[in-house]
Each structure stands twice: as structure tokens, then as C-alpha cells.
């Protein structure tokens, strides 16, 4: 089964690739060549573009004290185990807490060392960073694998609160929606949101039947068209049933 995810506002948006990059981030720091490892750190220069917002911190703080605010209410729900409940409210204090103790604009560390905002610059440059470009940052390179990791493990660590605060606000906002079964006749689907308001869509469907949607709502309705890909990869309208499972989110 594959997911495909749609948001339904800036804020969301802004989190999802956020949470795109630290995926990619993690597969490449983990890696031991030379390579991966500048992939690992050009991602955290992306990281600090999208997340240049300024109140992108004080937004996760507030959502991660309304969702705290919004549990508690659940306290006396019999239907509510009480062991996952308080799991649930020690993680986001947990959360929190770490992220109130950052200090500074989000990626600051980054931004105030010289030697990273040089190769910084240069990444911009398609082959910028070439060896005759940034001698120093080569001879960086040749360090064992081990030594790369730890230094960019370092630089990455006053990010990682902000990491675990969008990653649980992205959970718990998934969590908040159950799927349902839907099919798209003739490959197109249309629904009335009837003026309720959603943060996220998710769409599972199975991967097998080749249907690729395209995605595109606002606050009155959604609409998907299922595509396929013939052998020039290009998306064709999919005239087939197609049957699917729709999940509506919001906090």
C-alpha cells in the first residue's frame, strides 16, 4: 500500500517537508562515504531555509500545549486507557520542555560559524563545491567516516528539539482521522467538505493498481484524479474504477 499525503494549509506544508528532509538527513548521515555525508549536510542547509520562519517554533509550543490542554480533557473517558493516555501527555511535556530549552533562532549555531555558511554558499552553485573551490572542506572530506559523523551530528544537535516536536504534532494529527473506503468512478473522485475544516488528507491505495492521484482541495471540497504512467513516465488520465481508502485529519 502506498499513502500519499495532501495538506490543507502553509503551516502543514511547511512541517511536511520539514519532516521530508529529516528523513533524508537521517538515511544520509548514517551512511559512511564521503559523498552521502555532504548530502547529510547540504540537507541541513534546506532544513534551515524552509524552517527560516520565524514563528515556526512558538507555533509547535502552542500546538504541543493545545494538544496537551486537549488530553487532559480525556482524563475522566472511561473508554481511555489511562497508562497510554498519560504515555501520550509525557511525551509532549517531554517535547516541549526541550524545546522551550533551545536556545536561539532556530539553526543560529549554523549560521554564526563561518566555515559552514561558506560551504553553504558555494552548495548553492551547481558543482560549487569542488575540491579548487573549498580546499578545506575537501580535506574535511578525507576524515574518517566516524569523524564526519560526530562533527555533523554536533552541528545538527540544537535542531534536533524542533525535529521532535513537528514529528509528534505530524503523528498525532495522522492519529486523528480513521479511514474510510471510497472508490473513484471513472478515476475521479469529488467531496463536499461542507465548510469543515481539515489540516490533512491521506490517501492509501494499492500499489498494484498503478492509479497515481492528483490532489487538490480547499475548505469546500476535494477532488482527486487518478493518473498512470505509461512507458515515457508521463501521467495519463486513469478511466477505471479505482477503489482507495480516504483519511480526513485534523486536530
Known amino acids: 500500500m502506498i499513502v500519499y499525503e495532501y495538506p490543507f494549509n502553509e503551516r502543514i506544508r511547511t512541517l511536511l517537508r520539514l519532516e521530508d528532509l529529516y528523513e533524508k538527513f537521517k538515511f544520509f548521515v548514517n551512511q559512511e ?11 541541513i542547509f534546506d532544513m ?7 514563528d515556526l517554533k512558538s ?4 500546538e504541543l500545549e493545545r494538544q496537551k490542554q486537549s488530553l487532559l480533557s480525556f482524563r475522566s473517558n472511561p473508554k481511555v486507557v489511562p ?3 498519560d504515555a501520550v501527555l509525557n511525551e509532549l511535556e517531554t517535547v516541549s520542555g526541550a524545546l522551550v530549552a533551545a536556545q536561539g533562532k532556530t539553526g543560529q549555531n549554523i549560521r554564526d560559524n563561518e566555515w559552514l555558511m561558506s560551504i553553504r554558499g558555494r552548495t548553492i552553485i551547481p558543482g560549487g563545491a569542488c575540491e579548487f573551490d573549498l580546499p578545506s572542506y575537501y580535506a574535511w572530506q578525507q576524515r574518517p567516516a566516524e569523524q564526519r559523523y560526530n562533527d555533523i551530528a554536533n ?5 534536533a528539539p ?4 513537528l514529528s509528534l504534532v505530524l503523528r498525532l494529527l495522522r492519529d486523528s482521522g480513521g479511514p474510510v473506503k471510497m472508490i473513484a468512478l471513472s478515476g475521479s473522485y469529488q467531496q463536499m467538505l461542507q465548510g469543515k475544516v481539515y489540516q490533512m488528507l491521506r490517501l492509501t ?7 497515481i492521484p492528483e490532489i487538490s482541495a480547499n475548505k469546500y471540497m476535494l477532488w482527486v484524479r487518478f493518473t498512470t504512467q505509461g512507458g515515457d513516465l508521463k501521467p495519463k488520465p486513469l478511466e477505471d474504477d479505482v477503489p482507495f481508502e480516504l483519511t480526513l485529519c485534523n486536530f
Not at 562515504?33 to 547540504?42: K, P, S
Not at 534551515?48 to 520565524?54: D, N, Q, S
Open 83 to 85: 497508562e497510554m493516555l
Open 48 to 54: 534551515l531555509e524552509v524552517a527560516g520562519r520565524a
Open 59 to 62: 507555533d509547535l509550543l502552542q
Open 205 to 211: 491505495i494499492d500499489e498494484s493498481i498503478g492509479a
Open 155 to 159: 552541528w545538527f544537535a540544537p535542531l
Open 162 to 165: 524542533l525535529f521532535d516536536a
Open 33 to 43: 562515504h564521503a559523498m552521502q555525508h555532504h548530502v547529510a549536510l547540504a540537507t
